[in-house]
């Protein structure tokens, strides 16, 4: 992946921009040919702030079925902040929102957790790369912060390619489908042996 860094931005945080294939050849790997060879504009990545919550909000409820706050994950996201410093947004060079992610965190059984999501990209941003960016920009600072493992619940195709596996004997809240359940180590080994089920953070 190129991911370059560059100045400190308005918002304190560096800048992303994807060039042509050629340059993109593990980032290529990661997200597929055809998302590299698309060229998308300069972004700049944050924490999201209190400021930014209600325009986010505004991004999954544009992104996203009606009654998404009724799926189970939200039960475990109900009263608890997301978690400082992994929750970001990504503007760009015009401060439009193009993008966001939020982490939560959760109990597995005895030892902890993140989950992860949602994560949207702006309709007319989609297939620039941008959501893969999110994911693997905030996966980074996650291991920094020292989490051990993440989780979420999507589809393995797509999330296969960030490294993330179906967990077996993690219990999401009914009605999620368990072939949906992936986890991704941060730590090696860190979901080896972990069982029980998902609970909200205390």
Known sequence: MLARFGAEGKRGAGFFRINRAKSLKGFASALGEGSAKRKTPLFTFATETPEDWWEVEALYDLCFAPGREALSSYRLRDDVDPVAGLSLTARDADGILGGAIRYWPVHVGRVDALLLGPVAVHPTRQGEGLGG????????????????RVMLVGDA???????????????????TNPERVLGHDLVPGAWDGVRGPVTRWA
Do not use: N, T
């Open 133 to 148: 960016l999110l994911i693997q920009d905030s996966l980074g600072r996650a291991a920094k912060l020292g989490w051990e």
């Open 157 to 175: 195709p797509y999330y296969s390619r960030f490294g993330f596996s179906r967990l077996d004997g993690v219990e999401m809240p009914p009605p």
